[in-house]
Nanobody, 121 residues
Framework: QLVESGGGLVQAGGSLRLSCAASGRTFSSYCMGWFRQAPGKEREFVAAISWRGGSTYYADSVKDRFTISRDNTKNTVYLQMNSLKPEDTADYYC????????????????WGQGTRVTVSS
């Protein structure tokens, strides 16, 4: 089970940190990531992190603004979002899969319920 938190309303240029707590699995064995879906748009990949945290991947639209990290002692993955823009407004979903290529290129096996981020201009 994946449970996201940390979403909310923020002004453009501001920051938010999303958290995703995982349970019911061997967290450190799974690669983790974040997807988002904006109103009226398709779901898109945002970021991914390998099971030990040594490798990270980002969509071009968030590179240099967002940082994904994980704490395997807390079974939690984070998404630090800085310099937020109105176009970052979306529902953000935590995902997990054994294969990071699946996260970055297709549809991961496990999804959270999502947390909404709204960036006002």
């Amino acid at each position: 089970q994946l449970v996201e938190s940390g979403g909310g309303l923020v002004q453009a240029g501001g920051s938010l940190r999303l958290s995703c707590a995982a349970s019911g699995r061997t967290f450190s064995s799974y690669c983790m990531g974040w997807f988002r879906q904006a109103p009226g748009k398709e779901r898109e990949f945002v970021a991914a992190i390998s099971w030990r945290g040594g490798s990270t991947y980002y969509a071009d639209s968030v590179k240099d603004r967002f940082t994904i990290s994980r704490d395997n002692t807390k079974n939690t993955v984070y998404l630090q979002m800085n310099s937020l823009k109105p176009e970052d407004t979306a529902d953000y979903y935590c995902v997990a899969d054994e294969n990071i290529v699946v996260i970055t290129t297709t549809t991961p096996g496990s999804w959270g319920q999502g947390t909404r981020v709204t960036v006002s201009s």
